[in-house]
């Protein structure tokens, strides 16, 4: 489905479906945050509350593991961003009798 790390490929290589349908446009980064943002901060508040570590235990762990943990959530939660909107035909508003015609 990607050509590169989030680039979408122009169709699907094992039945040809275009993706030209395909925009997540912000989605992604949405539930990425949330995710993450659960994720990093409940691990913080954990550490801090049960090791209370030196400062600079934060500073080496943190923004690491949140790099990682935002880049590895991207592309599989694009990827399922991309396959509802074509199992559920979203797309731009359109009127009744556009519809009809495709
Ligand atoms: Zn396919």
């Given at each position: 489905m990607f050509s590169k790390l989030l680039t979408v490929a122009p169709g699907?290589?094992?039945c040809g479906l275009g993706y030209g349908f395909a925009d997540a446009g912000d989605g992604p980064a949405v539930f990425v945050m949330l995710f993450a943002g659960f994720l990093?901060?409940?691990l913080a508040l954990f550490l801090e509350v049960v090791y209370e570590p030196p400062y600079w235990v934060y500073f080496a762990?943190?923004?690491?593991?949140?790099i990682l943990i935002c880049l590895?959530?991207?592309?599989p939660l694009k990827g399922i961003l991309l396959s509802l909107q074509y199992r559920?035909?979203?797309g731009q508003g359109r009127l009744e009798s556009q519809k009809r015609d495709g």
């Open positions: 699907c290589d094992a990093i901060v409940g762990v943190f923004p690491p593991l949140t590895g959530l991207l592309r559920n035909k979203a």
